[in-house]
């Protein structure tokens, strides 16, 4: 989670507009069912792990602010929502990312190279083998 840490300290020293929290949806033996509310509220249960880490970051007050839908400073999104989207000044984290193939990984990063506007920086990290290969991997970070 550190570089959770690391994109809520570019957010607070105004380095990106926004965080944009992503991850597949991936549940256990245990089903959760069917959840109320909006896409937000759904994936609640899934963001936890990256909301703790946002929270010690960026404190309750300012952490609860950021994620109003009408500021939009810390959004969160299934990775099945991240194809097509326009990324300008923000940290895209991608959590559990040894759960995306690399087909899904590819989709997703040549979507957001067309799209992005400005300096990106993307991160990779426990990435399975075959898709790390696929991508040539050479580091964990890569500009786009």
């Not at 300290?9 to 105004?14: C, G, N, R, T």
């Not at 309750?60 to 959004?75: D, N």
């Not at 194809?83 to 984290?93: M, P, S, W, Y």
């Amino acid at each position: 989670m550190d570089q959770c840490g690391k994109g809520a300290e570019a957010l607070i020293h105004k380095d990106v507009e926004r965080i944009i929290v992503t991850r597949p949806v991936l549940q256990a033996d245990e089903d959760l069912g069917f959840l109320p509310g909006d896409i937000a509220e759904k994936f609640a249960p899934y963001f936890r792990p990256v909301y703790d880490v946002l929270l010690k970051r960026l404190g309750a007050s300012f952490m609860q602010y950021c994620l109003r839908p009408e500021i939009g400073k810390v959004e969160i999104a299934p990775f099945a929502y991240m194809r097509g989207r326009t990324f300008e000044n923000a940290v895209v984290i991608l959590d559990e990312a040894q759960n995306v193939t690399a087909a899904q990984m590819k989709n997703v990063f040549d979507a957001i190279r067309r799209k992005c506007h400005g300096h990106c920086q993307w991160r990779y990290y426990a990435m399975r083998p075959a898709a790390r290969r696929a991508f040539r991997i050479e580091r964990c970070v890569g500009t786009l």
